[in-house]
Nanobody, 115 residues
């Protein structure tokens, strides 16, 4: 089993910044991918950014150049630095861990960007 705990969400004005954190615990495999997804009301869950244990990253088109994903393998923690936030970034952000031992999700953290 893997447990993921997100933190760092909140309310911010357009143009502002937030940093999300996701700490993993339990049976963390050294080779894995951790990612952030988001889901806005009435919309499908979408990939925001992902990072492999070796450091390779992937971003959704809507956040390229504004968001940065990083990780600390020693702490099993992934971060999402979100800059130049827009109202359309408002969503529940979910952390995801995927490896040979399964696919796990955090409980989600709300990010609200006011105009």
């Amino acid at each position: 089993q893997v447990q993921l705990v997100e933190s760092g969400g909140g309310l911010v004005q357009a143009g502002g910044s937030l940093r999300l954190s996701c700490a993993g615990s339990g049976s963390i495999f050294s080779i894995n991918v951790m990612a952030w997804y988001r889901q806005a009301p009435g919309k499908q869950r979408e990939l925001v950014a992902g990072i492999f244990s070796g450091g390779v990253t992937k971003y959704g088109d809507s956040v390229k150049g504004r968001f940065t994903i990083s990780r600390d393998n020693a702490k099993n923690t992934v971060y999402l630095q979100m800059n130049s936030l827009k109202p359309e970034d408002t969503a529940v952000y979910y952390c995801n861990y995927a490896a040979r031992n399964g696919d796990y999700w955090g409980q989600g953290t709300q990010v609200t960007v006011s105009s």
